[in-house]
Each structure stands twice: as structure tokens, then as C-alpha cells.
């Protein structure tokens, strides 16, 4: 027997909001992927046009619209700073050579755009995998990936790493000033390690097992930066990336 002014319209209602409130807080500290918010949408507009044939379920009706307004106004301006990035990548061209062809590219500036795309996907927190050939020659290993030699530079290195793309999963191979395969995939190291290494990590050494190429990470989780080299990882601090990077290409 209930002795409280509630009837069960407004029980049902208040276990509902609270139920609605809790499931929002949960996703809000999870990672929104796209397919996840244009699924969350639909059931907000579905759960709002249901809603709104019980008036009594006030207190749900108005979370439910709340969620709405601050769940859209979150996607807007995550949708607005990734179309500012992706608009940053081309508008970058002149500054970066991306017009020279690859013989014209000198040592320094290749240097210099390695260094430049390292900046800006460990600051960005952009998971990659950048492998530059030396000796051994790396065309097996690029089969069961995607040929696209394309010229070196800051943009291409971008959008092939920005999430979402079809390429942005495994490495680029570099040879030279050309990118030469995209999306290709390492067997990763069977050795135990010591610390948190995620699979990048793991790709990155073992391939650095079986070749002497210089093969560069960037974490998705901290955008912090790796260099493996036969069959060692080493962490490199962002401002010494460069010189550390130019004396592993030189070994």
C-alpha cells in the first residue's frame, strides 16, 4: 500500500527518467563513435515521439528533450571542429610542397614533413604506423595491403590516418620520398613486454624483428610517439622526435 501522493503514472515516470539519465551518463563516458551517435539519435526522436502520447510522463518527456538538445549540440560542434581539420590538411598545400614532385623533394624537407605529420597526429591523438624502407627491400610485405604510391607530404599522411577513412587501419610503407602502400598489416611481436603496448605497438616491433626498417608509432590512447628498430621500442619525446628520426634513418 502506497501513502504517498503519486500514482503509478508518476512512479513509472520518475523510474523512467531516472533509468533515461543514467543510460546518457553512461555513454557520455564512452567514446562516440559516428554509427553510435546517428544510433542514439533515432532512438531519442523514437522515444520522444512515443513519449509525447502519455502526458502524464513529464519528467521523462523533459529529459528525454534535454538529452536531445545538449546530445545535438555536442555532435555539432565535434562535426564542426573534424570539418575544420579536414579543411586544414588541404589548405596546407603551398606551405608543404605537396605540389614538388618526389625527386625534387630534398632530404631536409622530407625530414621536415615527417616531422610536421608526427606533430600534428600525436597532438591530435591519431593512431599511425609509418614505415620507411632501407635495405630490405619491403615489396612482399606490401601486397596484403593497398598499392598507392603517392608523393610524400603532411596532407596525404593525414587523411590516410584520419579515423574513418577506408585506409586508416595498418601502416604506410615509405621508400624513398613516395608512399607506397597504405593499409598494411604486420604480424605483431610474440615477445612478452613490459608495460601497456597496444596492437600498433606490438605490429611495430614485430616488424622490426624481421627488417631494418624504421618503423614510427603514434598512440591512439596518449598520441605519444615510438620509434622500433630492430627489434627495440623506444619511446621518443616529441621535441627530440627529429633528430632521434634522423639518426635511425642514417644507421
Given at each position: 500500500?502506497?501513502?504517498?501522493?503519486?500514482?503509478?503514472?508518476?512512479?513509472?515516470?520518475?523510474?523512467?527518467?531516472?533509468?533515461?539519465?543514467?543510460?546518457?551518463?553512461?555513454?557520455?563516458?564512452?567514446?562516440?563513435?559516428?554509427?553510435?551517435?546517428?544510433?542514439?539519435?533515432?532512438?531519442?526522436?523514437?522515444?520522444?515521439?512515443?513519449?509525447?502520447?502519455?502526458?502524464?510522463?513529464?519528467?521523462t518527456n523533459n529529459i528525454l528533450l534535454a538529452i536531445f538538445i545538449i546530445?545535438?549540440?555536442?555532435?555539432?560542434?565535434?562535426?564542426?571542429?573534424?570539418?575544420?581539420?579536414?579543411?586544414?590538411?588541404?589548405?596546407?598545400?603551398?606551405?608543404?610542397?605537396?605540389?614538388?614532385?618526389?625527386?625534387?623533394?630534398?632530404?631536409?624537407?622530407?625530414?621536415?614533413?615527417?616531422?610536421?605529420?608526427?606533430?600534428?597526429?600525436?597532438?591530435?591523438?591519431t593512431g599511425a604506423l609509418l614505415t620507411f624502407e632501407k635495405n630490405n627491400d619491403l615489396?612482399?610485405?606490401?601486397?596484403?595491403?593497398?598499392?598507392?604510391?603517392?608523393?610524400?607530404?603532411?596532407?596525404?599522411?593525414?587523411?590516410?590516418?584520419?579515423?574513418?577513412?577506408?585506409?586508416?587501419?595498418?601502416?604506410?610503407?615509405?621508400?624513398?620520398?613516395?608512399?607506397?602502400?597504405?593499409?598494411?598489416?604486420?604480424?605483431?611481436?610474440?615477445?612478452?613486454?613490459?608495460?601497456?603496448?597496444?596492437?600498433?605497438?606490438?605490429?611495430?616491433?614485430?616488424?622490426?624483428?624481421?627488417?631494418?626498417?624504421?618503423?614510427?608509432?603514434?598512440?591512439?590512447?596518449?598520441?605519444?610517439?615510438?620509434?622500433?628498430?630492430?627489434?627495440?621500442?623506444?619511446?621518443?619525446?616529441?621535441?627530440?622526435?627529429?633528430?632521434?628520426?634522423?639518426?635511425?634513418?642514417?644507421?
Amino acid at each position: 500500500m502506497f501513502y504517498l501522493n503519486f500514482d503509478t503514472f508518476e512512479i513509472v515516470d520518475i523510474i523512467l527518467a531516472s533509468l533515461i539519465a543514467i543510460a546518457f551518463s553512461f555513454l557520455c563516458i564512452k567514446k562516440i563513435h559516428n554509427k553510435t551517435a546517428v544510433f542514439t539519435f533515432l532512438i531519442l526522436i523514437t522515444s520522444l515521439v512515443v513519449s509525447s502520447f502519455f502526458p502524464k510522463l513529464k519528467a521523462t518527456n523533459n529529459i528525454l528533450l534535454a538529452i536531445f538538445i545538449i546530445f545535438s549540440t555536442i555532435c555539432f560542434f565535434i562535426n564542426i571542429s573534424s570539418f575544420r581539420n579536414i579543411t586544414n590538411i588541404f589548405s596546407r598545400n603551398k606551405k608543404h610542397h605537396i605540389d614538388k614532385k618526389p625527386d625534387e623533394i630534398t632530404d631536409d624537407e622530407k625530414y621536415k614533413i615527417i616531422d610536421e605529420a608526427i606533430r600534428i597526429l600525436s597532438k591530435t591523438k591519431t593512431g599511425a604506423l609509418l614505415t620507411f624502407e632501407k635495405n630490405n627491400d619491403l615489396t612482399e610485405y606490401m601486397k596484403n595491403g593497398s598499392i598507392i604510391n603517392s608523393p610524400l607530404s603532411i596532407e596525404i599522411i593525414q587523411t590516410i590516418f584520419y579515423p574513418g577513412t577506408r585506409l586508416h587501419d595498418g601502416a604506410i610503407i615509405i621508400r624513398g620520398n613516395i608512399i607506397v602502400a597504405a593499409s598494411v598489416y604486420y604480424t605483431p611481436t610474440t615477445r612478452a613486454l613490459t608495460g601497456k603496448y597496444g596492437s600498433r605497438h606490438r605490429a611495430a616491433l614485430g616488424f622490426s624483428e624481421e627488417t631494418d626498417a624504421v618503423t614510427i608509432v603514434v598512440s591512439e590512447e596518449t598520441g605519444r610517439i615510438s620509434i622500433a628498430y630492430k627489434g627495440k621500442l623506444e619511446p621518443v619525446p616529441q621535441d627530440q622526435f627529429l633528430e632521434i628520426f634522423k639518426n635511425y634513418m642514417q644507421k
